[in-house]
Structure formats: C-alpha cells, structure tokens
C-alpha cells in the first residue's frame, strides 16, 4: 500500500501563489507515476498535471499550461505543484494520485492511490 498526504492549500487572492506538497510512504516503488487532479463543487474529478518518476516526461490540463509546474523529490518521496497567477476557476480539492505503471494517464480509473485532497480557494 502506499498512503498520500497533501499539504499546502489554503486562501489566496487571484494572481497569487500557492506550493502544494504531497508525501509519499509505504510501497513508494509503486509511484511510478504520480499526478494532481483536482475536483470542484458539482463537477468531475480532472487531471491537473502528471509526471513520471524520472521527472523527464510530464502532461499538464490546458487550463493550467503556463502557470503551474509539476515536479518531484524521489529522495524524500515527495510530489509537488507550484502553482502561479491562480484564478478563481482554480477553486478546488486538490488530489494527489499514484500509480505503478510507468505511463502517465489523464484518467481517475488509472491510478490506485489517493490522498484524502487539500482545498485550494482563489478570491477575485
């Protein structure tokens, strides 16, 4: 098993900044890929951005192209997204998710570890 805990959400103006951090213990070997999605009120679950272990192969949502960056600590088993000039519309729950295949996928069904979310709120 392999247990995933957020941190790092909170209030932030629009234009601002946020750090998000997941951490990784358990069967880490089996973070082969690992990716944010994120979940608004009323609406599906959504890929974010994903990365592969060796950091060399990454996939972001368009709507966050440009802005937030994926990246990861293998050494402290640790997962980030740095998240710059946030919206409004990037209101959301944010996840954490694992898988043990080596490919990334944008889809839910994919991935066999969660995290429990951390809450990201952008104001206008």
């Known amino acids: 098993q392999v247990q995933l805990i957020e941190s790092g959400g909170g209030l932030v103006q629009a234009g601002g900044s946020l750090r998000l951090s997941c951490a990784a213990s358990?069967?880490?070997?089996?973070?082969?890929?690992m990716a944010w999605f994120r979940q608004a009120p009323g609406k599906e679950r959504d890929l974010v951005a994903a990365?592969?272990?060796?950091?060399?192969?990454?996939s972001y949502a368009d709507s966050v192209k440009g802005r937030f960056t994926i990246s990861r600590d293998n050494a402290k088993n640790t997962l980030y997204l740095q998240m710059d000039s946030l919206k409004p519309e990037d209101t959301a729950v944010y996840y954490c998710?694992?898988?043990?295949?080596?490919?990334?996928?944008?889809?839910?069904?994919?991935?066999?570890?969660w995290g429990q979310g951390t809450q990201v709120t952008v104001s206008s």
């Open positions: 990365i592969l272990r060796s950091g060399g192969s990454t």
């Open positions: 998710a694992a898988r043990q295949v080596s490919w990334l996928s944008r889809f839910t069904r994919d991935y066999s570890y």
């Open positions: 358990g069967r880490t070997f089996s973070t082969s890929a």
